[in-house]
């Protein structure tokens, strides 16, 4: 024992020093986050000596500050020039939603030895999360929405509200979200009028996926963050909107032990009887599971189409996707045989571009779908789930996809007019999604667009 006892306190000296350093620098990391970065470490240090390996870049792997999030901060911007919110509320709401993305649950935090210091939390500061990660990004969004001397004045007011967010968040057990959620609560009322389909309000990160019946929208993430599980279903969660009361949504998200569900479905006129005896038997086969509750993404053209449409977005029965196609066939594909009637068809087609009698197809698309229900929108008692995709062509040839969610974030955008027009990048489709949302396309047109077929 004395021959080791100068070694043992020396031990335990270096360990005092590293603990005492580690914890100054903010880098006292627990067990879990230390496995997670480690790997990350070695990997960098192989690879180069010359630069220090940084723990906050490291911690937001797949997670990164990208041109996607100027793209969201820009359109926040417009809004509040639009609205004249005041600049304090836009500083402090984007301040907020910097916390929330920078301190999500079980990011690194640093627990004290004794139960009376717990209140002391330490994380990594903000300080250094801000002018590493977001100082970059809203210095250029606000100098593009403004000009430069009042982006550097903005950015520091935002720096200033996250600094004392953040002392909130570390002075009591609560968490960013529900801090985010009560600043919100506390700010310009102008704010609550906001609407966009092209960034989520809730984080102003993401593009959002699912619309709540005040006309808000969402993404998945700030489902799982804000959302409630419904009991007995771990792939079904209830959301309160954080603006409005009155929002709410009841979505269905992917379970984690599936795998991707999809179902296609083809055109071809009356043939699309075929498709849906098909969904018959597959319904036959799931029993008391309603089949729109089975698939996650559900694409589909033409008459397909107008089946997608009824039994996926509006969650028809197939039974009554089955009549209301029938009493479309008989009436709109309705043509005379007789030698007068093919002229007529055929001088019809020459002028018009069209061989049935467009306006009777287009007063029972409106009649069958709704003429005022928006496609990407929220459908009134109904459970939010499946994606819906419908392609249609235009008069240029371009071939376009209309859907019910915005996809990923990856989707290359090209501004054209009054469109945001995301181009799938392995694929010449392009996505329809107007920058103005009451623009959107309502669900009759998109069933008339893709059920448009050429001669």
Not at 133 to 144: E, T, W
Not at 152 to 172: K, P, T, V, Y
Not at 179 to 205: A, E, P, Q, V
Not at 302 to 325: D, M, N, P, Y
């Amino acid at each position: 024992m004395a021959r080791h006892q100068r070694l043992q306190l020396e031990i335990r000296r270096q360990n005092q020093q590293m603990f005492d350093i580690r914890q100054r620098n903010h880098m006292l990391l627990s067990a879990f986050h230390l496995a997670s970065l480690f790997a990350t470490a070695v990997e960098w240090t192989a690879r180069s000596t010359c630069h220090p390996f940084n723990f906050i870049t490291a911690s937001r792997i797949h997670n990164e500050v990208g041109s996607d999030y100027l793209e969201h901060l820009g359109t926040f911007l417009q809004l509040a020039r639009h609205h004249k919110t005041e600049y304090n509320s836009v500083a402090l709401l984007i301040a907020s939603s910097i916390i929330m993305d920078a301190y999500p649950p079980r990011m690194h935090r640093e627990f004290p030895s004794s139960f009376q210091a717990m209140a002391n939390v330490l994380v990594f500061p903000i300080e250094h999360v801000f002018n590493l990660l977001y100082h970059d990004v809203c210095y250029k969004v606000l100098a593009l929405s403004y000009n430069e001397l009042f982006a550097r004045h903005l950015c520091g007011e935002i720096e200033r509200h996250c600094i004392q967010q953040f002392e909130r968040l570390n002075s009591g057990f609560i968490s960013s979200s529900r801090l985010h959620w009560g600043t919100i609560r506390r700010l310009d009322k102008s704010i609550h009028l906001y609407r966009t389909n092209t960034t989520c309000l809730f984080c102003l990160r993401r593009l959002p996926e699912y619309h709540l019946c005040c006309g808000h929208c969402v993404c998945r993430e700030c489902i799982l963050t804000f959302g409630v599980m419904h009991p007995g279903r771990e792939d079904r969660f209830k959301l309160h909107c954080i603006y409005d009361d009155r929002g709410e949504l009841t979505v269905d998200l992917k379970p984690k032990t599936a795998g991707i569900r999809a179902i296609g479905i083809d055109g071809g006129g009356v043939r699309g009887a075929t498709s849906l005896e098909f969904l018959k038997e597959l319904q036959k086969t799931l029993l008391h599971c309603p089949l729109h509750e089975m698939v996650d993404i559900a694409g589909s053209t033409s008459s397909g189409g107008l089946i997608a449409l009824a039994k996926f977005h509006l969650q028809w029965t197939v039974e009554r996707c089955s009549e209301t196609f029938e009493s479309f066939a008989i009436r709109c594909l309705q043509r005379s045989k007789s030698m007068l009637g093919v002229i007529k068809s055929a001088v019809k087609y020459a002028v018009k571009d069209a061989v049935y009698d467009e306006a009777v197809i287009d007063s029972l698309m409106k009649d069958t779908y709704g003429s005022s229900t928006v496609f990407f929108g929220n459908e009134p008692n109904t459970i939010h789930g499946t994606r819906v995709a419908v392609t249609a062509m235009t008069h240029a040839s371009q071939r376009v996809i209309f859907t019910n969610y915005n996809g990923s974030t990856s989707i290359r955008r090209e501004d054209a007019g009054c469109y945001l027009t995301p181009r799938f990048q392995d694929t010449s489709y392009i996505a329809i999604r107007p920058k103005d949302i009451s623009k959107e396309p309502l669900l009759w047109e998109v069933a008339r667009a893709t059920s448009a077929a050429p001669l």
